[in-house]
């Protein structure tokens, strides 16, 4: 059996608000499979962003622990940590998370520019991966001067850069049009498909949802099905 990728146990996060203890998620244990596609549905406010944020060790748990490909964040430095993730995770968000002083060519390459590699192949991944996201023309487009549907393929572009063992996607069609988010949809699961990455993805949306290998559906922060 294939060791999985990604490893939360026993997970938990806990908000204090006027000295309360606020549980976002509790007891949630959860293993994705190499090249799995998950997606995680619930109500409003059920935990989903949290799970993904803690997966994708951008939150610390309150309690529990995640393991990214045998390691242990809890016991990564803060600098190993960072470096994991560059290395193994890539992300895409509702709001895309652009930066509005960088180019689409240039949003693509920040990631491998942080991770160290040499001006020639990054400058020529940026622009295969715009290609295959249908962007050849839009390179030197500025976010602003880009539709939603636009914006997100350069954030799925971008994810990809590192060449990540697992995407982990926040409601990536929900700031769209309908017509656009199944087309921003369809990529995303191509390329899963075609790089044989994870994809872990948060959605609302029961259509987008049913595409997936496995359904995980929370409810008050714990794993209901």
Known sequence: MTDPVVMATDLEKAYRINGTSIYALRGVNLGIAPGEFVAIVGPSGCGKS??????????VPTKGRVM????????????????????????????????SVLTAQENVELPMLLAGMASKERVARAVALLSAVGLEDQLDYLPGEMSGGQKQRVAIARALAN????????EPTGNLDSTTAREVMEMLV??????????????????D???ADRIVRLRDGRIES
């Open 190 to 207: 191509r390329i899963h498909r075609e790089n044989k990455s994870a994809l872990v993805m948060v959605t609302h949306d029961p259509d």
């Open 163 to 170: 060449r990540p063992a697992v995407l982990l996607a926040d």
């Open 68 to 99: 990214i490909d045998s390691s242990d964040l809890a016991h990564l430095s803060a600098d190993r940590a960072a470096d994991l993730r560059r290395r193994m995770l890539g992300f895409v968000f509702q709001s895309f998370n652009l930066s």
């Open 209 to 211: 949802a049913t595409r």
């Open 50 to 59: 949290t799970l993904l944020n803690l997966l994708g060790g951008l939150t």
